[in-house]
């Protein structure tokens, strides 16, 4: 989306500013939905933002504008902002560079649970996706999904092999309660092959992003 587009889409007029100017922003990854941080905007770096394509906030602490990642490098680049049912609050659908957006190094500001460090939730995919490539990386005996890292590319492929007729079999049924339970076998199954060939699930959300446009 250009910043063109996204600009008319955004009548700053009808943004409600708190007392101090200040509207809150949501930062979301474009990709996978997880919430990466929440910072202030002011008008001006409201329209930097739109004018630019790429994020500005307002820092309260400096009392100044600031761009996302100037220093750094990771800058956020604008895939689409919408403001919500009472206009007081943005969501800005971001590419994150880097894959950094928060100040300690961590992908997300939420990253905290606790005191502990976690991954920020994302959609459920990127989440099992998660906890198939752990299993990878930290297997134990009883997991299935460790037993099929196991058996390598001839196990994982025959049970793809199997789930996928199983759809095409539930489909023929007209089942709808099949369909979506052996969707989900593909699904997972799916999952872990390209965690055993180490390809990441966000580079599928990539070649999926491309083919949408």
Known sequence: ????????????KQIKFNDRGLVPA?????????????AWMNRESLQKTLETGEVWYWSR?????????????????????????????????IEQIGDIACHTGERSCFHQVEGTKQA??????????????DRRDNPTET??????????????????????????????DDDADAIASEAADLFYHTLVALA??????????????????
């Not at 989306?1 to 700053?12: E, L």
């Not at 920020?120 to 490539?133: M, V």
């Not at 055993?196 to 446009?213: A, F, G, N, S, T």
Request: with cysteine; hydrophobic share 35%; net charge positive.
């Open 120 to 133: 920020p939730p994302a959609n459920t995919l990127s989440g099992l996706y998660g906890t198939i490539r």
């Open 196 to 213: 055993h060939h180490h390809v990441d699930i966000r580079d599928v959300y990539r070649k999926l992003d491309e083919r949408r446009k």
């Open 26 to 38: 949501i930062a979301q990854d474009y990709l996978d939905g997880t919430v990466l941080m929440m």
């Open 1 to 12: 989306m250009t910043a063109s587009s996204f600009s008319q889409a955004i009548p700053i």
């Open 61 to 93: 602490s400096r009392q100044e504008l600031w761009h996302k990642g100037a220093t750094s490098g990771h800058i956020q680049k604008v895939k689409s902002l919408r403001y919500d049912c009472d206009s007081d609050a943005l969501l800005v659908t």
């Open 143 to 172: 997991s299935y999904t460790c037993k099929l890292f196991a058996g390598g590319d001839n196990k994982i492929l025959k049970k793809i092999g199997e789930e996928s007729a199983e759809v095409v079999m539930a489909c023929k």
